[in-house]
T-cell receptor
Framework: AQKVTQAQTEISVVEKEDVTLDCVYE???????LFWYKQPPSGELVFLIRRNSFDEQNEISGRYSWNFQKSTSSFNFTITASQVVDSAVYFCALSTRTGTASKLTFGTGTRLQVTL | DVKVTQSSRYLVKRTGEKVFLECVQDMDHENMFWYRQDPGLGLRLIYF???????EKGDIPEGYSVSREKKERFSLILESASTNQTSMYLC?????????????FGPGTRLTVT
């Protein structure tokens, strides 16, 4: 069975601080994909990144970076110099191929509050 | 730009009513999904469809059914709404293939059953 754990329920930071959102996953499959989504107050989930299990290179996109470590089954997300617009709920998700389609297993989300 | 739309942002229904939630996507995606989102539980998959008229149960299908008569449209049906089905419902779509493609989500429908 697949499982995704986001142990941080809520994080509050002051603007310009760096913040890391943790994600730990469990799966017995050797081929899998990891995702991060952002859910702003408007409610619509926005796709941020997809990473497959064979690609452990870290990725940077502007102020966002992701650290994938298979040895610890973690896929952590760091926001550098946070801004108020980063305030949202962030979800980590795991996908494995099962029969007819690839299904996502979501973590419970981390609510990030960035204040001035 | 991928666009997934849902018929209502907010809905209030009475216990026992039949409820239809509609989802439409415009990217010719083969896969479509229905989730519910509850505080502290994240998103849980109710049903998904990988082709027209094809469907599979997700993790929490009890009390729900779905319909996919056209590729772009996926409906979630609550046959007899109950108060424990009060929740945020999210529809998503994705390409089908050997890889696992990202899902694109609609804005959600917040359903209240009284």
């Amino acid at each position: 069975a697949q499982k995704v754990t986001q142990a941080q329920t809520e994080i509050s930071v002051v603007e310009k601080e760096d913040v890391t959102l943790d994600c730990v996953y469990e799966t017995r499959d050797t081929t899998y994909y990891l995702f991060w989504y952002k859910q702003p107050p408007s409610g619509e989930l926005v796709f941020l990144i997809r990473r497959n299990s064979f690609d452990e290179q870290n990725e940077i996109s502007g102020r966002y970076s992701w650290n994938f470590q298979k040895s610890t089954s973690s896929f952590n997300f760091t926001i550098t110099a946070s801004q108020v617009v980063d305030s949202a709920v962030y979800f980590c998700a795991l996908s494995t191929r099962t029969g007819t389609a690839s299904k996502l297993t979501f973590g419970t989300g981390t609510r990030l509050q960035v204040t001035l | 730009d991928v666009k997934v739309t849902q018929s209502s942002r907010y809905l209030v229904k009475r216990t026992g009513e039949k409820v239809f939630l509609e989802c439409v996507q415009d990217m010719d995606h083969e896969n479509m999904f229905w989730y519910r989102q509850d505080p502290g539980l994240g998103l849980r998959l109710i049903y998904f469809s990988y082709d027209v008229k094809m469907k599979e149960k997700g993790d929490i299908p009890e009390g729900y059914s779905v319909s996919r008569e056209k590729k772009e449209r996926f409906s979630l049906i609550l046959e007899s709404a109950s108060t424990n089905q009060t929740s945020m419902y999210l529809c998503a779509s994705s390409f089908k293939g050997l890889s696992s493609y990202e899902q694109y989500f609609g804005p959600g429908t917040r359903l209240t059953v009284t």
